[in-house]
């Protein structure tokens, strides 16, 4: 039986093995798929590990998938540039691909959420780690404008040579009410920090909420995430959490491990959403 797992830290939250059961079952494949976690010193022994065990595939959550991007043997030109990793591909004598499908993921589950091929004219992101950088270039192959605000804008600045036209915002900027660049055209807002896991809100002004056509946290939980308590209490139209891009891009993950395979999605995310319940 195939085994597959999913490196990360936490990780016994993590609903990944039964996103890739319930796909399984749609094809009448007999898989195996763990939770692995893991740590900065670890992490690295435990990827070779497992794939000299026989491994056929993983996937690498927080906070792992910068780790990953710098492990891997090969990387594919998304993953380059975002430098950032979310599954793994055994290649054979010790050699591993690493690709992301999270960017392509959000799309999917933005689209779904907005019914728009382009889910708006301008999106900001919130974070500067592997997930935010992960989601900059399909957002703009959509055709958004892209913004992205993190604590540390020494982290992000460099992003702006690798994707072009992406715009920063200073991070002291979202505690104020938005600025004329904003106003008079539709945006998301994205959580791509990991806030969320650790229960805690961010520093923002109400009005980037009660302004934007939809508010989304890339976290997931059984109860409406600190992130979206805080949009709702400022005022956002629509909010929605990461259960639906996590199954995206689960999916695609899925297709690359299983010859293309592509799994129906929307009756795995209806499944889960009852069992979070």
């Not at 990387?75 to 960017?103: C, F, H, K, M, Y």
């Not at 589950?109 to 999106?123: M, N, S, W």
Request: hydrophobic share 45%.
């Amino acid at each position: 039986m195939t085994q597959f797992t999913v490196f990360g830290n936490p990780i016994a939250h993590s609903v990944s093995p039964k996103i890739h059961q319930l796909f399984a079952e749609q094809f009448g494949l007999a898989l195996t798929y763990s939770r692995s976690l893991s740590s900065s010193a670890t992490f690295a022994a435990a990827v070779a590990k497992f794939f000299r065990h026989g491994g056929a595939g993983a996937n690498v959550t927080v906070p792992f998938k910068e780790s990953a991007a710098a492990l891997v043997t090969h990387l594919t030109p998304r993953a380059e540039r975002a430098a950032s990793v979310n599954t793994l591909i055994p290649l054979g004598l010790g050699q591993l691909a690493g690709d992301t499908t999270d960017g392509l993921g959000l799309c999917r589950d933005l689209q779904r959420l907005t019914q728009q091929k382009t889910p708006a004219p301008r999106v900001l992101v919130i974070g500067g780690g592997g997930a935010a950088r992960s989601v900059i270039e399909p957002l703009q192959e959509l055709g958004c404008e892209v913004v992205i605000s993190n604590r540390s804008r020494d982290r992000v600045q460099p992003l702006t040579t690798v994707f072009e036209g992406l715009e920063i915002l200073d991070f002291a900027e979202l505690e104020r009410p938005p600025t004329d660049v904003f106003k008079g055209s539709q945006w998301l807002v994205i959580n791509a920090t990991s806030a969320s896991l650790q229960g805690a809100e961010l520093p923002i002004h109400p009005h980037w909420f009660a302004n934007a056509n939809l508010v989304y946290d890339m976290m997931y939980a059984a109860q409406t995430t600190p992130f979206l308590q805080q949009a709702r209490k400022g005022g956002a139209v629509q909010v929605a959490d990461g259960l639906g891009m996590l199954v995206e891009q689960a999916a695609l993950s899925f297709a690359l491990w299983h010859d293309g395979l592509q799994p129906s999605t929307e009756p795995v995310l209806d499944a889960l959403r009852k069992g979070l319940r």
